[in-house]
T-cell receptor
Framework: GAVVSQHPSRVICKSGTSVKIECRSLDFQATTMFWYRQFPKQSLMLMATSNEGSKATYEQGVEKDKFLINHASLTLSTLTVTSAHPEDSSFYIC?????????????FGPGTRLLVL | DQQVKQNSPSLSVQEGRISILNCDYTNSMFDYFLWYKKYPAEGPTFLISISSIKDKNEDGRFTVFLNKSAKHLSLHIVPSQPGDSAVYFCAASDNYGQNFVFGPGTRLSVLP
């Protein structure tokens, strides 16, 4: 089955620094990847849709200059949290679109837990 | 290798009947399981969860059953309603709520 990885799995950084999170599709190519942030009560908020070779599409209320997304290849999308602040501390999950038995399916990464001190 | 499997990519059920969505996992270290519901163009929404110390958890029309020996859980929706039509993701974690592993999802269609 399709596998999506994220790196790092956990990161602690100081306020004001930038953090890059990688999302890779390991055994398939994904032209579309999604970035989510987990909020209380376990729901995932869609932050942006990342399309290979073009600019990401951000959801309303998500600052594109703060959360930089680059989808440089068919297997890699990166999310950079710039000038991180404690309120950015969260669990970030990516997913990648693939076809499964004729249906478009999302495969999720394992998530990255960010703690900003 | 996928640690969380949802072998049915899609399921169709008549309105008013029971919907049963299945999920299997391979990692015996998982101790917390969640079901999410996802509509198009939205993020997955938390639906119901169960910890490994229980074998059943109910919330209204939704019940999750856990069979640890079989490493299997299922989500029952009864009665099913057209608004339940969505993609349902099963997720598992160890360390009680951290490091989620998602299944690939099952697309449920509830027919009026």
């Amino acid at each position: 089955g399709a596998v999506v990885s994220q790196h790092p799995s956990r990161v602690i950084c100081k306020s004001g620094t930038s953090v890059k999170i990688e999302c890779r599709s390991l055994d398939f190519q994904a032209t579309t990847m999604f970035w989510y942030r987990q909020f209380p009560k376990q729901s995932l908020m869609l932050m942006a849709t990342s399309n290979e070779g073009s600019k990401a599409t951000y959801e309303q209320g998500v600052e594109k200059d703060k959360f930089l997304i680059n989808h440089a290849s068919l297997t890699l999308s990166t999310l950079t949290v710039t000038s991180a602040h404690p309120e950015d501390s969260s669990f970030y999950i990516c997913s990648a679109l693939a076809w499964r038995e004729g249906l478009e399916t999302q495969y999720f990464g394992p998530g990255t837990r960010l703690l900003v001190l | 290798d996928q640690q969380v499997k949802q072998n049915s990519p899609s399921l169709s059920v008549q309105e008013g009947r029971i919907s049963i969505l299945n999920c299997d996992y391979t990692n015996s270290m998982f101790d917390y399981f969640l079901w999410y519901k996802k509509y198009p163009a939205e993020g997955p929404t938390f639906l119901i969860s169960i910890s490994s110390i229980k074998d059943k958890n109910e919330d209204g029309r939704f019940t999750v059953f856990l069979n640890k020996s079989a490493k299997h859980l299922s989500l029952h929706i009864v009665p099913s309603q057209p608004g339940d039509s969505a993609v349902y993701f099963c997720a598992a974690s160890d360390n009680y709520g951290q490091n989620f592993v998602f299944g690939p999802g099952t697309r449920l269609s509830v027919l009026p």
